[in-house]
């Protein structure tokens, strides 16, 4: 397993951007499919992008529709680091963020056996 730590949550209006970092230890960083998730009150934790590192194609990105063209997941893997620039943001977009990591999968939480601590993301009217 990988230990990860987030960070950049707050207070946000609508419509405002938002730039999430997950750090990551290990050396293997670059093997893993790195994902975002959340979790609003009451709700189930939901898919919100993923992304993985292959040597000869580079980084593949995958997002729920209710994300898409507003977030933007990305990697360094010289920092072992994973971000999610949040844009656009919504009200139904506040919720607590957790990044995770994978040996494989993209969407589903049952596939990360890493995950971080979470940080709160609040999006105001």
């Known amino acids: 397993q990988v230990q990860l730590v987030e960070s950049g949550g707050g207070l946000v209006q609508a419509g405002g951007s938002l730039r999430l970092s997950c750090a990551a230890s290990?050396?293997?960083?670059?093997?893993?499919?790195m994902g975002w998730f959340r979790q609003a009150p009451g709700e189930e934790r939901e898919f919100v992008a993923a992304?993985?590192?292959?040597?000869?194609?580079?980084?593949?990105?995958y997002y729920a529709a209710s994300v898409k063209g507003r977030f933007t997941i990305s990697r360094d893997n010289a920092k072992n680091t994973v971000y999610l620039q949040m844009n656009s943001l919504k009200r139904e977009d506040t919720a607590v963020y957790y990044c995770?990591?994978?040996?494989?999968?993209?969407?589903?939480?049952?596939?990360?056996?890493?995950w971080g601590q979470g940080t709160q993301v609040t999006v105001s009217s």
């Open positions: 992304i993985r590192w292959s040597r000869w194609s580079g980084g593949s990105t």
């Open positions: 995770a990591a994978a040996d494989s999968g993209s969407n589903d939480p049952a596939d990360f056996d890493s």
């Open positions: 290990g050396r293997t960083f670059s093997r893993y499919v």
